[in-house]
Nanobody, 121 residues
Framework: QVQLVESGGGLVQPGGSLRLSCAVS????????MAWYRQAPGKQRELVAS???????RYADSVKGRFTISRDNAKNTIYLQMNSLKPDDAAVYYC???????????????WGQGTLVTVSS
């Protein structure tokens, strides 16, 4: 079974930093763009950042200049470096890949289970 496994969430104070990781577990043929989403209580799920296979990145306006998405293709892992965290950043963060190929004949969209980020004094 191919799945996405997030880690790195936790409790930080405002202004602090966290680094989230999302690794593809299982054998795959190909993985293309990947992204981080987040969902706070009572809010809709929001696209935070995305990264193409070639490394092109996009960010939500709310996190520009503070968050950095990156990937290690050899490890099939993406990261989200989160700096200058604000209380509004508190949410469950989800890793997403719109198109993963476990085989040459399969295309799957995968979501991680989510990792909780809490920003509080």
């Amino acid at each position: 079974q191919v799945q996405l496994v997030e880690s790195g969430g936790g409790l930080v104070q405002p202004g602090g930093s966290l680094r989230l990781s999302c690794a593809v577990s299982g054998s795959i043929v190909s993985i293309d763009a990947m992204a981080w989403y987040r969902q706070a209580p009572g809010k809709q799920r929001e696209l935070v950042a995305s990264i193409s296979r070639g490394g092109s990145t996009r960010y939500a306006d709310s996190v520009k200049g503070r968050f950095t998405i990156s990937r290690d293709n050899a490890k099939n892992t993406i990261y989200l470096q989160m700096n200058s965290l604000k209380p509004d950043d508190a949410a469950v963060y989800y890793c997403n890949s719109p198109s993963v190929q476990p085989t040459n004949f399969e295309f799957l969209e995968l979501w991680g289970q989510g990792t909780l980020v809490t920003v509080s004094s």
